[in-house]
């Protein structure tokens, strides 16, 4: 064909004349107007697109090759017209195939998640995704081209990127619940900042981008490896423990250090005169430092107080002690130094960069009744009644409020109290109460219980004393004309005696 091009133009025309009337088809021509079709460019895009391209420049020069032959009326407007849909044809499968190119080529990936604590108390995670599609440079090196539509499509720029994190369950653990990234260009990741609002070492990133494209990627949270400290925070930070009692305080301690996973635990800020030490919520053996295993981020520990018997000058009633527990970097215990053994700010540990935790302590009294009484047992006769004094003291190390002393004595005996309500008693305060206790008239002789309850509150919770037993005997009433008559016979059988030994001895 190129040999016929170079021809004379007159020849040129008459072996055109003569092709169009015979129907001969040139080999180049045949290349033109027919597309090799190939089943697997489905399967191998890249290959496909530059195959659809090679095509459509081919049925493009020739569409430009019957419109100079149609402008010189060699061939009629029927050829053209043939021309031109096969030209619109390659065309459009083009263009499909290179959509088709630019869809299946986007992809966003994860570069990293990194779990870090927040200004509050709140858990935030930092994700970075990245455009991985490389722009479309791999695509052009592959075809050799520069086409205004691959321009104008954009390749190197994902449109529309939604992003969540979700828990096992696909619930979404994180706020916003779903950021948007409008563009996502090649080369340049974007970050994204969540707060977590369920504490999670591990997540799905779910991703929604392009024309409907989605992944979903569960990955492993990094820590911050520019801070080094082990982040303490508590069940329940704030307790009121009574007197001479104990409690815990339950710790979760996570690590967020590329540098230590060894820490020492210390307690600031607490009166010398309560006792402390931490423990191991598993296992229950006492610590001083731990050490964080390969993979585990996340400690569970437990900050065991003890309260003295009475209070101190360091430990007032219903007065808060605020405190905080501390992980240092073993590495730069001796660096820090001892905390324990002074008064350190809050200001002071922050500069520190360390792990801590703010803890209150409210010491509490608890009310204790004790009620004494000179004499539990009494003899009566039927009839009389029985008084009987008891003191009722606060020994405990909070003021009793209405103190009641109740009585349960036998069926249809009759009790008094006075006074039947001590309004309140402060520590160490005692108050005398009187109970009057008749049985009665025709009671049988012989001997009762009669039982003493006492019951009060203390910051309005019940409290009890321990309860009295007070014994009360009836006697039987004395008959003094059989008490005269005994003893006058027992006198004359006595003078009886003495009389027969007198006459007995004279004989």
């Not at 260009?185 to 392009?210: K, Q, R, T």
Request: negative net charge.
């Amino acid at each position: 064909m190129c040999f016929i091009l170079a021809m004379h133009e007159k020849l040129y025309r008459i072996v055109l004349i003569f092709i169009t009337i015979n129907g001969l088809v040139l080999p180049c021509v045949v290349v033109a107007q027919s597309a090799f079709f190939n089943e697997r460019d489905d399967q191998y895009l890249l290959l496909g697109l530059k195959r659809a391209k090679t095509t459509y420049e081919v049925e493009k020069a020739e569409y430009e090759r019957q419109k100079g032959l149609f402008a010189e009326k060699l061939i009629s407007q029927t050829d053209l017209d043939k021309a031109r849909v096969k030209y619109t044809e390659s065309e459009v499968n083009y263009q499909q195939q290179m959509l088709s190119v630019l869809f299946e080529a986007q992809y966003v990936t994860v570069h990293s998640a990194i779990k870090y604590q927040g200004s509050s108390t709140t858990k935030q995670v930092r994700l970075v995704i990245a455009n991985a599609a490389a722009g479309g440079s791999e695509f052009q090196q592959l075809i050799e081209f520069e086409d205004e539509l691959w321009k104008s499509l954009q390749p190197d720029i994902i449109h529309d990127v939604y992003v969540s994190l979700l828990d096992d369950s696909d619930a979404i653990i994180a706020i916003p619940y779903e950021a948007k990234v409008d563009e996502l260009h090649y080369g340049s990741p974007v970050e994204l900042d969540f707060s977590l609002l369920v504490d999670a070492d591990a997540v799905s990133v779910n991703i929604i981008y392009g024309n409907g494209a989605s992944r979903r990627l569960k990955v492993f949270l990094q820590k911050d490896a520019t801070v080094n400290k082990a982040v303490i925070q508590s069940e329940q930070f704030s307790q009121e423990v009574e007197l001479g009692g104990s409690t815990d305080y339950g710790l979760s301690i996570e690590l967020f250090s590329g540098e230590s996973d060894t820490f020492k635990l210390e307690v600031v800020n607490l009166p010398s005169e309560i006792n402390r030490y931490f423990l191991d919520s598993a296992s229950g053996s006492r610590l001083s430092q731990f050490q964080f295993k390969e993979g585990v981020n996340t400690r569970q520990i437990a900050l065991r107080v003890f309260l003295p018997e009475k209070p101190t000058d360091q430990v007032k009633m219903e007065q808060q002690i605020p405190f905080y527990a501390v992980a240092l970097p073993r590495e730069r215990a001796e660096e820090i130094g001892d905390l324990k053994n002074r008064s350190v700010p809050l200001e002071e540990l922050e500069s520190l960069s360390v792990g801590f935790s703010a803890l209150e302590l409210v010491p509490r009294g608890v009310g204790e009744i004790l009620v004494r009484a000179p004499q539990l047992f009494h003899a009566i006769e039927a009839g009389d009644t029985v008084e009987v004094i008891l003191e009722v003291v606060n020994e405990g190390t909070r003021r009793l409020d209405n103190v009641r002393v109740e009585v349960d004595p036998p069926f249809n005996w009759d009790e008094r109290v006075e006074p039947t309500t001590v309004s309140k008693l402060e520590i160490n305060e005692e108050a005398k109460v009187r109970l009057f206790i008749t049985p009665p008239a025709n009671i049988t002789p012989g001997r009762y219980e009669v039982r003493v309850k006492t019951n009060s509150l203390s910051d309005d919770l019940p409290i009890r004393g321990e309860d009295k037993t007070i014994t009360v005997q009836i006697t039987q009433e004395a008959n003094v004309f059989g008490t005269l008559f005994i003893v006058l016979l027992i006198v004359g059988l006595v003078v009886g005696i003495v009389i027969f030994g007198i006459r007995l001895s004279r004989r």
